[in-house]
């Protein structure tokens, strides 16, 4: 009791003290380059396909190649990202996996459309409307990056009134990669109209409480981005089953 620690045993503690130190401050630069990384890549300043080296990156936020690769690396597993040789590529997605994520992510926001108006008020239906206003806003100043935070926004807010907290979490979590797929549709002419357009039925539904027509408009919502990876223009309701009829031949 009362002793003071020998040299060695000071000097362990204090190394110690030190290392952790250096291993806190390298994580929260890690998770600073992660987040500036992933805010580009989701706002589009680095399109679909870029290249990044973890060296360049290092030089870009003043640090050691460590927290750029595990920024890197916690991207790779977010599905953002992937590794081709010794460089990082900002994920593309082929029409197939394209289809495969959107099926899933249809039965998701039919469930949410559903519960959200079987569970939620008429205030928090009549709110959906304000991010229909703020998309309008954004489409005609052509702020795309701007209008896909908002669409993601939209669709997690109709997650969130369907009071059930895991569907709200896997809505969240799936539209990282969704806000990637989005830049196609979004990069056509018309894509952030048709897209506000396809908001405005879902919620004239959901204030009717008609979850029969309400699923049915996001149901076409979703699957309209399949038709568009597969190369059709966005066709009719009762057509649109055709349009995106799997591929005889894919394995």
């Known amino acids: 009791m009362g002793e003071f620690m020998d040299g060695n045993r000071a000097g362990n503690?204090?190394?110690?003290?030190?290392?952790?130190?250096?291993?806190?401050?390298?994580?929260?630069?890690?998770?600073?380059?992660?987040?500036?990384?992933?805010?580009?890549?989701?706002?589009?300043?680095?399109?679909?396909?870029?290249?990044?080296?973890?060296?360049?990156?290092?030089?870009?936020?003043?640090?050691?190649?460590?927290?750029?690769?595990?920024?890197?690396?916690?991207?790779?597993?977010?599905?953002?990202?992937v590794r081709k040789g010794r460089n990082y590529v900002v994920r593309t997605f082929t029409a197939d996996e394209v289809q495969d994520f959107y099926e899933v992510r249809e039965g998701l926001e039919k469930m949410a459309v559903r519960l959200a108006i079987e569970r939620a008020s008429d205030e928090s239906l009549e709110a959906l409307c304000k991010h229909i206003e703020k998309q309008t806003q954004a489409t005609r100043r052509n702020d795309i990056a701007t209008f896909n935070q908002l669409d993601t926004e939209f669709h997690v807010a109709i997650a969130t009134m369907s009071g059930n907290r895991l569907l709200e979490r896997e809505v969240s979590l799936l539209h990282d990669k969704v806000m990637l797929i989005r830049a196609l549709e979004l990069s056509h002419e018309a894509g952030m109209t048709n897209a506000m357009k396809d908001h405005q039925r879902i919620v004239d539904a959901m204030?009717?409480?008609?979850?029969?027509?309400?699923?049915?408009?996001m149901r076409y919502h979703v699957r309209s981005v399949i038709a568009l990876y597969r190369g059709f223009k966005e066709p009719p309701p009762s057509g649109l089953d055709l349009a995106i009829e799997p591929d005889p031949t894919r394995k």
């Open 207 to 217: 204030l009717r409480r008609n979850i029969t027509v309400a699923e049915a408009e």
């Open 13 to 81: 503690v204090g190394a110690g003290i030190d290392s952790a130190a250096e291993t806190g401050r390298r994580l929260s630069l890690s998770s600073d380059i992660y987040m500036r990384l992933k805010k580009d890549i989701l706002s589009f300043s680095l399109p679909r396909g870029s290249v990044i080296q973890e060296a360049v990156l290092a030089e870009r936020y003043h640090a050691s190649r460590t927290p750029a690769r595990e920024a890197l690396r916690r991207l790779v597993q977010e599905g953002l990202t």
